[in-house]
């Protein structure tokens, strides 16, 4: 037994070294290789899937990363209007607020502290723009955000600009001393234009605005009667009268012209005869009072104003007698004034109206010719008086050809302005119309 085991094992150990000493079959060799080349093949085809994958989500992931920037970024812009909206509608409710003028208006502390409200504001939806968009403190990507922030802050800082000169204009006033007569007068221009334009309402809540600022002033008194009195509320119209008469800081002419005015009035409406009586013993008194003081050398105040009053009583009387259609008695007064005033075009164009309503055209166009020579170097004044003597010579001469010289010479020299638009537009309208 022991003998055939080794013999076995002999052979077995023989079969075995003669079976690794044996070269490979070829076909093995070739099944070999083609396996090897197969898991190759997988293995690049897995690295290759595997690479497109994460490009796949890489790409993914950065569209994810870009929309949501983006999305961030334009709420950030949002906020940046929105903050810019509410700070505009903060100085735009200063400069209307009745609340604000109570208090002083455009003066230092006002508009200083409305600053600082509303840099605190803006500075506030600055810092959750950049919160919310991540917008990095490198210049080059912060700038655009920052020139965007400035551009829609541009309709509230004019604004602003413009309560810093009046609050400068404030200053001048109290340190220098300025006129604060001349400053009620621009701001009556801006009262006019309404008048003319039929904005009553408008108009009565400026005078509000500009008797509040100027509490020594009676101008805005006459006006807000004469307002109430072409609207026929009489009532307003005594009020503003009597509160006129019973100021004793006023200047006495002023105070003589109310109680004469109301005296007027009363009679005009039937009142009383009592009441009439009274305003006319008041006028009596006033006078007196005025001689009195002009003997002992004591005006009542400053030369500068009374003179500047005298000059508004009258026109302002013309005004009324205008309103009431007593042109007659308009007329004088404003020629009167005139010829104070030669320089003050406005009230030239008043007296030509005044002309035109009582149907004297040939006055109206005698003054208009008088405007033209005189204010010759005045390109605004001398175009609205062309352009009305033009209107005139049309409408009421029938003198179309004299109508089309005027215009042409409009056209001609002021043909950038609105004036010279005006005249080619009636030049145009005027070709096929034949000579009168």
């Known amino acids: 037994m022991y003998g055939e085991r080794q013999c076995c094992g002999s052979l077995v150990s023989e079969n075995t070294r003669n079976m690794i000493l044996m070269p490979p079959s070829p076909c093995l060799s070739r099944s070999r290789n083609d396996s090897r080349t197969a898991n190759t093949v ?14 796949v989500e890489w790409k993914r992931v950065e569209t994810h990363r870009s929309n949501r920037e983006s999305f961030m970024a334009a709420a950030a812009l949002v906020i940046i209007v929105i903050g810019n909206a509410v700070v505009y509608a903060m100085v735009r409710w200063f400069i209307m607020s009745d609340l604000i003028r109570k208090w002083g208006g455009a003066n230092v502390p006002n508009v200083v502290g409305l600053g600082i409200c509303s840099m605190l504001v803006e500075s506030f939806f600055l810092l959750n723009a950049q919160q919310t968009g991540g917008f990095v403190t490198a210049w080059s990507k912060i700038a655009p955000v920052l020139i965007f922030a400035v551009v829609t802050a541009l309709p509230w800082a004019f604004l602003y600009i413009r309560l810093l000169g009046e609050m400068t204009d404030h200053m001048a006033e109290s340190v220098v001393g300025i006129n604060v007569l001349v400053k009620e007068k621009v701001n009556l221009k801006a009262v006019y234009a309404l008048i003319q334009n039929g904005e009553m309402a ?82 009596a008194r006033l006078s007196l009072e005025k001689e009195q003081k002009f003997a002992q050398g004591k005006p009542g105040g400053k030369k500068g104003e009374d003179d500047f009053n005298a000059k508004l009583l009258d026109l302002n009387e013309a005004r009324r007698f205008s309103s009431r259609g007593d042109f007659e008695a308009a007329v004088p007064i404003m020629k009167a004034y005139i010829e104070k005033n030669p320089e003050e075009h406005r009230i030239l164009f008043e007296l030509v109206s005044l002309y035109e309503k009582q149907g004297l055209n040939d006055e109206a166009m005698l003054w208009l010719q008088k405007v ?37 010479n409009v056209s001609g020299r002021l043909k950038y302005s609105n004036q010279g638009k005006v005249a080619r537009l009636h030049l145009r309208d005027l070709q096929d119309k034949p000579e009168s």
Do not use: C
């Not at 997988?42 to 490009?55: A, E, G, I």
């Not at 609207?231 to 800081?249: L, M």
């Not at 175009?383 to 001469?397: F, I, N, P, T």
């Open 202 to 283: 408008e108009a009565v809540k400026e005078l509000e605005s500009v008797k509040e600022l100027n509490p020594q002033s009676t101008e805005p008194l006459f006006v807000l009667a004469s307002i109430a009195h072409g609207e026929r509320d009489y009532d307003k119209e005594r009020k503003y009268y009597r509160e006129i008469v019973a100021n004793e800081s006023f200047p006495i002419d002023s105070r003589i012209n109310a109680a004469q005015s109301l005296a007027d009035l009363l009679k005009d409406i039937d009142d009383t005869s009592y009441l009439i009586k009274k305003m006319e013993k008041e006028v």
């Open 372 to 408: 033209i020579s005189k204010f010759g170097d005045n390109d605004f004044v001398w175009g609205d008086a062309m352009l009305r003597l033009a209107g005139l010579r049309e409408h009421v001469d029938g003198d179309i050809e004299s109508a089309k010289a005027l215009l042409n």
């Open 42 to 55: 997988n293995s690049r085809s897995t690295q290759r899937d595997s690479k497109s994958r994460r490009t």
